[in-house]
Every structure is written in structure tokens, then in C-alpha cells.
């Protein structure tokens, strides 16, 4: 399994809080993603990093901010957050063609 | 993006093959053909891609049709861990951003014991 880590794993808060994802890699890929799934969908993008400090956003990028200081983090940041990002959220990583997913971190706002 | 059409649900059995097809008529010439699959409550995994050739790797076949409008990905003995969300995604091999995803609704697999 690719060396990719997210925490927390599951987080209740409450609407207007700010929260922050975490993501971890230990394989020195280049590119990072998040992703967001609703139940019975397809994941959606929210924003990529193609390398430190260099990040873009996805399709669904409205009220989510990223950063990425060094190789291995890439963290994803509700600046408030409200009941409409209930969801799952996934981090990959990628050294270019294949894509590896974490194990996910499943968030909801109250 | 080019978009990919999927049947939303396929059944099987155990120890059978199966075949999962996937439509994508506007592929343009440097699109790759890549299938995930996500099992219950886990992140996709990578199963296979492919360009025009068919592909064979430990965990599936790809063959690809010959004007490459659409795909099947083929599980050639199906076990009850084969049970997931099977995704056909087109990644532009031209994109600088690395390997961005577009994820359709995929096809549900369940395979009967």
C-alpha cells in the first residue's frame, strides 16, 4: 500500500467552525489531491498541488483553501464551515500517471 | 473533459468472468483509458490503463476497441472481494497537472456467492 495517511479520520463540528484535513505521504510524489464524495457519487476535485506552494483548484473549490510547505503535507482548510460539506473526504497522491487514495476522512457539520 | 458512459449496476458470480464496459465515443487521441474501483467504506484503487493496446496486469485485463470509443475491463474469475464501484476515467496524457481524475457515477458490481 502507497505510504498515505489522513487525519483525523472522523470529525463531528459545528457549522461556522473552521477545520483543517490533514494529508500525509511518505512516498515523495510530486502531485496531491483532495477529494470530496457524497453518498451514492462519484469524488469530486477540490484542489491539487502539483509541488510545494504550488496549488490549483479542482472543481469544487467554493469554501475550501489548501497549503502545501513541504513534500509530504497537503492540508485542506473549511474556513467555515457549513452543512453542505458533509461528506468524505479522500487525499491522493501521484508520482504522475496512477493515482493512490488514503483510507479517507469522513466529516460532518452539525 | 471527454466523458465516459457506464451501466449503473452489473451482477455476477463467484468464479465467473465478468466484463464491465465503458463508453467514451469523444476520447481524443492522447486521452488514457484508466479504471479505479472502490470497495465499501475505502479510497479508489488503481486497477489498470491503457492507450490503444489491451493491457493485462495481476488484477484485470483491459481491452481497448479498435477505434478506441470504448473499453471493457475484464476481471477473469470473480471473487466476492471483487464487489465495488468500478470508475472509467479518460486522463488527458497532455495535462501538466499531474494525473487529475474526473470521476463519473461508476458501476456498482455485485457478485453472487
Known amino acids: 500500500d502507497a505510504g498515505i495517511t489522513q487525519s483525523p479520520r472522523h470529525k463531528v463540528t459545528e457549522t461556522g467552525t473552521p477545520v483543517t484535513l490533514r494529508c500525509h505521504q511518505t512516498?515523495?510524489?510530486?502531485?496531491m489531491y483532495w477529494y470530496r464524495q457524497d453518498p451514492g457519487h462519484g469524488l469530486r476535485l477540490i484542489h491539487y498541488?502539483?509541488?510545494?506552494?504550488?496549488?490549483d483548484k479542482g472543481e469544487v473549490s467554493d469554501g475550501y483553501s489548501v497549503s502545501r510547505s513541504k513534500t509530504e503535507d497537503f492540508l485542506l482548510t473549511l474556513e467555515s464551515a457549513t452543512s453542505s460539506q458533509t461528506s468524505v473526504y479522500f487525499c491522493?497522491?501521484?508520482?504522475?500517471?496512477?493515482?493512490?487514495f488514503g483510507p479517507g476522512t469522513r466529516l460532518t457539520v452539525t | 473533459d471527454a466523458k465516459t458512459t457506464q451501466p449503473n449496476s452489473m451482477e455476477s458470480n463467484e468464479e465467473e468472468p465478468v466484463h464491465l464496459p465503458c463508453n467514451h465515443s469523444?476520447?481524443?487521441?492522447?486521452?488514457?483509458i484508466h479504471w479505479y474501483r472502490q470497495l465499501p467504506s475505502q479510497g479508489p484503487e488503481y486497477v489498470i490503463h491503457?492507450?490503444?493496446s489491451n493491457v493485462n496486469n495481476r488484477m484485470a485485463s483491459l481491452a481497448i476497441a479498435e477505434d478506441r470509443k470504448s473499453s471493457t475491463l475484464i476481471l477473469h474469475r470473480a471473487t466476492l472481494r471483487d464487489a465495488a464501484v468500478y470508475y472509467c476515467?479518460?486522463?488527458?496524457?497532455?495535462?501538466?497537472?499531474?494525473?487529475?481524475?474526473?470521476f463519473g457515477e461508476g458501476t456498482q458490481l455485485t457478485v453472487n456467492p
Open positions: 476515467i479518460l486522463r488527458d496524457a497532455q495535462e501538466t497537472s499531474g494525473s487529475r481524475l474526473t
Open positions: 512516498e515523495n510524489h510530486r502531485y
Open positions: 491503457g492507450l490503444t
Open positions: 498541488s502539483y509541488g510545494v506552494k504550488d496549488t
Open positions: 491522493a497522491i501521484s508520482s504522475f500517471s496512477e493515482q493512490y
Open positions: 469523444t476520447i481524443s487521441g492522447t486521452d488514457y
